[in-house]
C-alpha cells in the first residue's frame, strides 16, 4: 500500500516536472539560435557511440573550434561516468537546465533515436536524425501490433510519426531502407544516401594491427580468435515493466568442446539484459561486452553469430563470415515484428533454429573457418545492404553542419 502511494507521489512530481520544463523551453525557443551549437545524442542519452559519435569526432578534427560549441547530451546517471571515459566532450545532462537552454538554441540537433514528442524544437534548428540500422523488423506505422509495455499500436504509431514530422534529414544507409524509412516513417523531408557514419572505420580500420590493438584492448589478447553473438531484443522479453528476462539459447560446454582451443566468446546484449546473462564457470573465455563500441567489437570478430539483429548489415560490410541461430523463427516472424524482406533465403549465412544444427554449423565452421556455400549469398547480400557504405560517411554530414554542400 506504502509503495505504491509512493510511486503514485513518484509519478506526479515527474509530470509536474515535465510540465514545468514544458513552459519553459517554449519560451525559450522563441529566440534565435546560436550559431555552431550542436547537440548530439545516442540512444536518448545512454552512452557516447554509433552515429552521432562518429559525425562529432568527424567534425571536431575538421574543425577543432567546434570542440567548444558542441556537446552530447546524456542521462544524468550516466553522466559521471561518460565524463571520466570522455573528459574532453562536453557533456549535457538531459532534461536539466542547461539542457534546456542549448537544446532550445542549437543550431543542429544531431540523433540516432527518437525524442519525447511533447518536447519541442526551435523551427530554426536543424534536426539530423541518423537513425540506428538496416531494417529487417518492422518499424514504425509497419508494425502491425505492439508489445511493449506501456504504450499500444495507436500510442505509438501516432508518437512515431509526430516525431518523424520534425526530422529536416535522414540518413539512409542504402537504397532498400530508404524505401522502407519513407513508407513507415512517413518521412517526406531530405534524405541522406550515404551509408552510415559508424561504419567509416570499418573501412578505415580494417587492418591487422588495428585489429590486433583492439583485440588487446579489448580482451586482454591480441591473437585469440573472436566469435561475437549477438541476439536482437525481443520486444516481449519482459516480465512486467522494467524488469526483463534473458537465457542463453545454447550450451556454453557445448560450445567450447567445438570450437577452437583459442576461441573467446564475446556475447552482446541488449543493455537491459547485461545483468541478467549466466556466464558461470567460464568467465575466462566469455566477455559480456554491452557499452563498447560495436565497431570495434566487428572489427575484431572472426565470426558473427546473430538470429534478426540488424547487426548481420554492418558486418558484411568486413565480407566475414555469420551464422543465424533463429531458435524462435516462427513466433518472430509471424507473431511478434513480422520482416521485410524474406529471411530464410536471402540471409548470408547458414541458418538454423535448433541447438543440434547450430552446433553442427559451427563445427563445419571450425574445420574450414568459413562457410563454402555462402559466398554466392553474401556477394548479393553486400550488393543490396552495403553498396552506400564507405569511409567518408560522417565527412558527408559534417559539411551540412559546417554550411558546406552536401555531396
Given at each position: 500500500?506504502?509503495?505504491?502511494?509512493i510511486?503514485?507521489?513518484?509519478?506526479?512530481?515527474?509530470i509536474?516536472?515535465?510540465?514545468?520544463?514544458?513552459?519553459?523551453?517554449?519560451?525559450f525557443?522563441?529566440?534565435?539560435?546560436?550559431?555552431?551549437?550542436?547537440?548530439?545524442?545516442?540512444?536518448?542519452g545512454?552512452?557516447?557511440?554509433?552515429?552521432p559519435?562518429?559525425i562529432?569526432r568527424?567534425?571536431?578534427?575538421?574543425?577543432?573550434?567546434f570542440a567548444q560549441?558542441?556537446?552530447?547530451?546524456?542521462?544524468?546517471?550516466?553522466?559521471n561516468?561518460?565524463?571520466?571515459?570522455?573528459p574532453?566532450?562536453?557533456?549535457?545532462?538531459?532534461?536539466?537546465?542547461?539542457?534546456?537552454?542549448?537544446?532550445?538554441r542549437?543550431?543542429?540537433?544531431?540523433?540516432?533515436?527518437r525524442?519525447p514528442?511533447?518536447?519541442?524544437?526551435?523551427r530554426r534548428t536543424?534536426?539530423?536524425q541518423?537513425?540506428h540500422?538496416?531494417?529487417?523488423?518492422?518499424?514504425?506505422?509497419?508494425i502491425?501490433?505492439v508489445e511493449?509495455p506501456?504504450?499500444?499500436?495507436t500510442k505509438?504509431?501516432?508518437?512515431?510519426v509526430?516525431?518523424?514530422?520534425?526530422w529536416?534529414?535522414?540518413?539512409?544507409?542504402?537504397?532498400?531502407?530508404?524505401?522502407?524509412?519513407k513508407?513507415?516513417?512517413q518521412f517526406?523531408?531530405?534524405?541522406l544516401?550515404?551509408?552510415?557514419?559508424?561504419n567509416?572505420?570499418?573501412?578505415?580500420?580494417?587492418?591487422?594491427i588495428?585489429?590486433q590493438?583492439l583485440?588487446?584492448?579489448?580482451?586482454?589478447?591480441?591473437?585469440?580468435?573472436v566469435?561475437?553473438?549477438?541476439?536482437?531484443?525481443?520486444?516481449d522479453q519482459?516480465i512486467?515493466?522494467?524488469?526483463y528476462?534473458?537465457e542463453?539459447p545454447?550450451d556454453?560446454?557445448?560450445?567450447f568442446e567445438?570450437v577452437a582451443?583459442?576461441?573467446?566468446?564475446?556475447?552482446?546484449p541488449?543493455?537491459?539484459?547485461k545483468?541478467?546473462i549466466n556466464?558461470?564457470?567460464?568467465?575466462d573465455?566469455?566477455?559480456?561486452?554491452?557499452?563498447?563500441?560495436?565497431s570495434?567489437?566487428?572489427?575484431?570478430?572472426d565470426?558473427?553469430?546473430?538470429?534478426?539483429?540488424?547487426v548481420?548489415?554492418?558486418?558484411a560490410?568486413?565480407?566475414?563470415?555469420?551464422?543465424?541461430?533463429?531458435?524462435d523463427?516462427e513466433?518472430?516472424?509471424?507473431?511478434?515484428?513480422g520482416?521485410?524482406?524474406?529471411?530464410q533465403?536471402?540471409?548470408?549465412?547458414?541458418l538454423t533454429?535448433?541447438?543440434?544444427?547450430?552446433?553442427?554449423?559451427?563445427a563445419?565452421?571450425?574445420?574450414?573457418?568459413t562457410?563454402?556455400?555462402e559466398?554466392?549469398?553474401?556477394?548479393?547480400?553486400?550488393?543490396?545492404?552495403?553498396?552506400?557504405?564507405?569511409?567518408d560517411?560522417?565527412e558527408?554530414?559534417?559539411?551540412?553542419?559546417?554550411g558546406e554542400?552536401?555531396e
Open positions: 500500500m506504502l509503495n505504491s502511494f510511486n503514485k507521489m513518484i509519478k506526479m512530481v515527474k509536474v516536472i515535465r510540465y514545468g520544463l514544458i513552459v519553459i523551453n517554449d519560451g525557443i522563441c529566440l534565435p539560435v546560436k550559431k555552431g551549437v550542436v547537440i548530439f545524442d545516442s540512444f536518448n545512454r552512452d557516447i557511440n554509433d552515429n559519435a562518429a562529432y568527424q567534425l571536431v578534427r575538421d574543425d577543432p573550434k560549441t558542441t556537446f552530447f547530451a546524456v542521462k544524468p546517471d550516466k553522466y561516468e561518460l565524463h571520466a571515459q570522455y574532453e566532450i562536453k557533456l549535457l545532462k538531459r532534461f536539466m537546465p542547461s539542457w534546456v537552454w542549448y537544446m532550445a542549437a543550431e543542429f540537433w544531431v540523433f540516432n533515436s525524442m514528442a511533447w518536447w519541442r524544437k526551435n536543424t534536426y539530423i541518423t537513425w540500422g538496416t531494417p529487417l523488423k518492422k518499424l514504425g506505422v509497419d502491425d501490433n511493449m506501456g504504450t499500444d499500436t505509438y504509431h501516432r508518437r512515431f509526430a516525431e518523424t514530422r520534425r529536416d534529414y535522414l540518413i539512409a544507409p542504402n537504397q532498400y531502407s530508404k524505401v522502407i524509412f513508407r513507415a516513417f517526406h523531408n531530405q534524405f544516401d550515404i551509408g552510415y557514419p559508424r567509416d572505420v570499418l573501412y578505415s580500420d580494417n587492418n591487422k588495428a585489429i590493438s583485440k588487446r584492448e579489448l580482451l586482454g589478447n591480441s591473437t585469440a580468435h566469435i561475437t553473438y549477438a541476439p536482437t531484443w525481443r520486444d519482459y512486467t515493466r522494467g524488469q528476462k534473458f542463453l545454447f556454453l560446454k557445448r560450445f567445438v582451443d583459442d576461441t573467446i566468446l564475446i556475447i552482446r541488449h543493455y537491459l539484459i545483468d541478467h556466464i558461470t564457470g567460464f568467465e573465455r566469455v566477455r559480456i561486452l554491452a557499452d563498447e563500441d560495436i570495434s567489437i566487428y572489427l575484431i570478430t565470426l558473427l553469430i546473430t538470429d534478426y539483429s540488424s548481420m548489415f554492418d558486418f560490410n568486413l565480407n566475414r563470415p555469420m551464422l543465424f541461430y533463429s531458435y523463427l513466433h518472430y516472424r509471424d507473431q511478434l515484428r520482416f521485410y524482406f524474406n529471411y533465403t536471402e540471409l548470408p549465412g547458414p533454429t535448433n541447438q543440434d544444427q547450430f552446433f553442427d554449423q559451427l563445419r565452421y571450425t574445420v574450414d573457418g562457410f563454402k556455400n559466398y554466392d549469398k553474401m556477394k548479393l547480400f553486400r550488393e543490396k545492404f552495403c553498396s552506400w557504405e564507405s569511409a560517411s560522417s558527408q554530414v559534417v559539411k551540412i553542419i559546417r554542400v552536401y
